[in-house]
């Protein structure tokens, strides 16, 4: 009896930093959002004006919203897709015992924890238009550089192409970590029964690799929509919104324009998104998956 | 890593085919490499360039003569000397704060027995579904409140809670033998001692992995410093970098470029002398989680 007083006031006394910190600074901060995307307030004044939904209702005929939206998810369509699909060839590549298989493996995967502000000046000088190393390489095959980064139709894309770089690293030692996980033996059954390497990896890598697929899917998308820094340094969101996106536009609302009622609300929006296509992907694996 | 097992299929394709894949698998493999490579190439040259070849058409390779100037001229153009110091104490703080707090709850999840310990675990897991910029706004707030804006304070507490690191260590202390701590107990140690001189020691490997990814998670770290800090003195040395960057100082990308390495060479150090153990790391990580 005295033991197991004695344990449960140890146990709370040991998890008292963390959840106490976690309580401060992750859990109330939902709440004091919500609080705050219902009120007009600048951060500064003692007074707060309650505004009812009126922030919500701004966000739906605000048109830097909706651009900002769309450029989100065209940012994490495009960079998921050709990520994923370059992540896994050379993942499918690399799982076999080559030379140099450890260099080229960790060559591709620097870039994974390379300090995104760095990342931002040394590409921001390679997409320079008229010095840039970028341009050097286009006219090599024959085509004339864009102004990339002060150009509305090639901000984004620009951003893109670092988006890639950084995390192709990333996905293809997760996709390597999930061919490891499929048993040999199935692979001896394959030749057994004669399939060629085209047909053994889709009907047979590919399906059983789909748990892999699916979380780097839904972990990119997400991370994607949380992007800031790259687009921070790089083009500002500029030029005119053409490359802003939902977090840079979430941080210029709340800390350049002190509109933290406006940015509350938009923080909560994407608080609900990021739940929903969470919540969908526990749901949809079990489904769609093959374990 | 795994043994090859796609390979060796006796019997199928020439000599000649098999050269010609293993060619053109390296052939791509090289590409990609380089792709990944040239911007960290890039950085390097163009940060001991003059500044007329920085300027020319197509740009130059390598440079005649490297100007090892432009390091100097970088280095004098900001604090960042002081930057340098505010990353360091700030990142390991960070870094010790959060395994001491995630040890602490890990030991109690795995090894101490309480009513709701089921519940305040999947209470912690909640936390990881929360994305870190619903709390900017209220975390300034917050801190207001404390006056710890533009302190360590303030750049350190609000990131040092962990869940992730919680969560390994758990599985870590959770396949340990639990006669190893009955044991301990018969002898009279505590909890704490427990987790001090057992846990934390058997764990060392899965520790170590967890310092290298937190101090790179949080010497990297650009958003929240660029929020809290508001003088020069106390920024981090990515903010300060940025800042470089946007005032409009009479700065070239080479300086440019040779502050960069002084943010990323510290990085990079660790990176490489690591790397296995982070990506492999990595890797286990997602899996579990």
Same mark, same amino acid.
């Given at each position: 009896?005295?033991?197991?007083?004695?344990?449960?006031?140890?146990?709370?006394?040991?998890?008292? %930093?963390?959840?106490?910190?976690?309580?401060?600074?992750?859990?109330?901060?939902?709440?004091?959002?919500?609080?705050?995307?219902?009120?007009?307030?600048?951060?500064?004044?003692?007074?707060?004006?309650?505004?009812?939904?009126?922030?919500?209702?701004?966000?739906? @005929?605000? %048109?830097?919203?909706?651009?900002?939206?769309?450029? $989100?998810?065209?940012?994490? &369509?495009?960079?998921?897709?050709?990520?994923?699909?370059?992540?896994?060839?050379?993942?499918?590549?690399?799982?076999?015992?080559?030379?140099?298989?450890?260099?080229?493996?960790?060559?591709?995967?620097?870039?994974?924890?390379?300090?995104?502000?760095?990342?931002?000046?040394?590409?921001?000088?390679?997409?320079?238009?008229?010095?840039?190393?970028?341009?050097?390489?286009?006219?090599?095959?024959?085509?004339?550089?864009?102004?990339?980064? $002060?150009?509305?139709?090639?901000?984004?894309?620009?951003?893109?192409?670092?988006?890639?770089?950084?995390?192709?690293?990333?996905?293809?030692?997760?996709?390597?970590? &999930?061919?490891?996980?499929?048993?040999?033996?199935?692979?001896?059954?394959?030749?057994?029964?004669?399939?060629?390497?085209?047909?053994?990896?889709?009907?047979?890598?590919?399906?059983?690799?789909?748990? @892999? @697929?699916?979380?780097?899917?839904?972990?990119?998308?997400?991370?994607?929509?949380?992007?800031?820094?790259?687009?921070?340094?790089?083009?500002? &969101?500029? %030029?005119?919104?053409?490359?802003?996106?939902?977090?840079?536009?979430?941080?210029?609302?709340?800390?350049?324009?002190?509109?933290? &009622?406006?940015?509350?609300?938009?923080?909560?929006?994407?608080?609900?998104?990021?739940?929903?296509?969470?919540?969908?992907?526990?749901?949809? $694996?079990?489904?769609?998956?093959?374990? | 890593?795994?043994?090859?097992?796609?390979?060796?299929?006796?019997?199928?394709?020439? +000599?000649?085919?098999?050269?010609?894949?293993?060619?053109?698998?390296?052939?791509?493999?090289?590409?990609?490499? =380089?792709? !990944?490579?040239?911007?960290? *190439?890039?950085?390097?040259?163009?940060?001991?360039?003059?500044? +007329?070849?920085?300027? =020319?058409?197509?740009?130059?390779?390598?440079?005649?003569?490297?100007?090892?100037?432009?390091?100097?001229?970088?280095?004098?153009?900001?604090?960042?000397?002081?930057?340098?110091?505010?990353?360091?104490?700030?990142?390991?703080?960070?870094?010790?704060?959060?395994?001491? !707090?995630?040890?602490?709850?890990?030991? #109690? *999840?795995?090894?101490?027995?309480?009513?709701?310990? /089921?519940?305040?675990? !999947?209470?912690?897991?909640? #936390?990881?579904?929360?994305?870190?910029?619903?709390?900017?706004?209220?975390?300034?707030?917050?801190?207001?409140?404390?006056?710890?804006?533009?302190?360590?304070?303030?750049?350190?507490?609000?990131?040092?809670?962990?869940? *992730?690191?919680?969560?390994?260590?758990?599985?870590? !202390?959770?396949?340990?033998? #639990?006669?190893?701590?009955?044991?301990?107990?018969?002898?009279?140690?505590?909890?704490?001692?427990?987790?001090?001189?057992?846990?934390?020691?058997?764990?060392?490997?899965?520790?170590?992995?967890?310092?290298?990814?937190?101090?790179?998670?949080?010497?990297?770290?650009?958003?929240?410093?660029?929020?809290?800090?508001?003088?020069?003195?106390?920024?981090?040395?990515?903010?300060?970098?940025?800042?470089?960057?946007?005032? /409009?100082?009479?700065?070239?990308?080479?300086?440019?470029?040779?502050?960069?390495?002084?943010?990323?060479?510290?990085?990079?150090?660790?990176? *490489?002398?690591?790397?296995?153990?982070?990506?492999?790391?990595?890797?286990?990580?997602?899996?579990?989680?």
């Amino acid at each position: 009896m005295r033991r197991t007083r004695r344990d449960a006031l140890t146990f709370v006394a040991f998890v008292a %930093p963390n959840f106490l910190l976690l309580a401060v600074f992750t859990f109330w901060p939902v709440l004091y959002s919500l609080y705050l995307s219902f009120f007009k307030w600048n951060m500064i004044a003692k007074r707060k004006t309650f505004l009812g939904l009126g922030n919500y209702q701004t966000m739906f @005929t605000d %048109p830097v919203f909706w651009q900002v939206v769309r450029n $989100s998810f065209a940012l994490a &369509g495009a960079t998921v897709l050709v990520t994923l699909a370059i992540a896994l060839l050379l993942a499918v590549v690399l799982n076999r015992r080559i030379p140099g298989r450890s260099l080229y493996r960790a060559v591709i995967f620097s870039p994974t924890f390379t300090t995104s502000v760095a990342v931002a000046m040394v590409w921001g000088w390679i997409l320079e238009p008229n010095y840039g190393l970028l341009r050097v390489i286009l006219n090599w095959v024959g085509l004339a550089s864009p102004n990339w980064l $002060s150009d509305v139709h090639w901000s984004l894309p620009g951003i893109m192409i670092v988006v890639i770089w950084s995390g192709l690293g990333y996905a293809m030692v997760i996709f390597l970590a &999930g061919l490891q996980g499929i048993p040999v033996e199935l692979y001896d059954a394959a030749r057994v029964d004669g399939a060629s390497a085209w047909q053994t990896f889709w009907k047979l890598t590919f399906p059983l690799l789909s748990p @892999t @697929t699916f979380f780097l899917v839904v972990t990119s998308v997400i991370s994607a929509l949380k992007a800031f820094d790259v687009v921070s340094i790089m083009t500002d &969101g500029g %030029p005119m919104n053409s490359s802003n996106v939902y977090v840079l536009y979430l941080y210029q609302n709340a800390f350049q324009w002190f509109k933290a &009622g406006y940015a509350s609300a938009l923080a909560l929006v994407l608080f609900v998104l990021i739940m929903a296509i969470t919540l969908a992907q526990m749901r949809l $694996s079990k489904r769609w998956v093959h374990y | 890593m795994r043994d090859d097992r796609h390979s060796r299929e006796p019997g199928r394709g020439t +000599t000649l085919s098999k050269a010609l894949t293993a060619l053109l698998t390296h052939l791509f493999l090289v590409t990609v490499c =380089v792709a !990944i490579g040239l911007p960290f *190439f890039w950085m390097v040259t163009t940060s001991i360039k003059s500044p +007329t070849e920085v300027q =020319v058409f197509p740009p130059v390779w390598w440079p005649e003569t490297p100007r090892f100037q432009n390091f100097v001229d970088a280095w004098e153009s900001a604090p960042f000397g002081r930057f340098y110091v505010n990353s360091i104490i700030v990142t390991c703080s960070g870094v010790v704060l959060e395994i001491l !707090i995630a040890a602490l709850s890990a030991y #109690a *999840f795995a090894r101490i027995r309480f009513r709701f310990r /089921e519940v305040l675990f !999947i209470v912690m897991l909640a #936390a990881m579904m929360i994305p870190g910029q619903i709390a900017l706004i209220p975390n300034y707030v917050t801190l207001k409140h404390l006056g710890w804006i533009n302190q360590y304070a303030g750049l350190v507490i609000p990131h040092v809670s962990s869940v *992730f690191a919680a969560f390994l260590l758990r599985q870590a !202390i959770l396949s340990m033998p #639990a006669d190893l701590f009955d044991a301990a107990h018969m002898d009279g140690l505590g909890h704490l001692r427990c987790m001090l001189r057992i846990a934390l020691p058997l764990a060392r490997p899965v520790v170590a992995t967890l310092a290298l990814y937190l101090f790179i998670a949080k010497w990297n770290d650009y958003l929240w410093p660029l929020i809290v800090t508001n003088t020069q003195n106390m920024r981090t040395l990515p903010v300060g970098l940025s800042m470089v960057q946007k005032a /409009e100082y009479n700065i070239g990308p080479e300086h440019l470029m040779a502050a960069s390495l002084f943010v990323l060479v510290p990085v990079l150090v660790v990176f *490489f002398t690591a790397q296995k153990q982070l990506i492999e790391g990595i890797a286990a990580g997602a899996l579990k989680g």
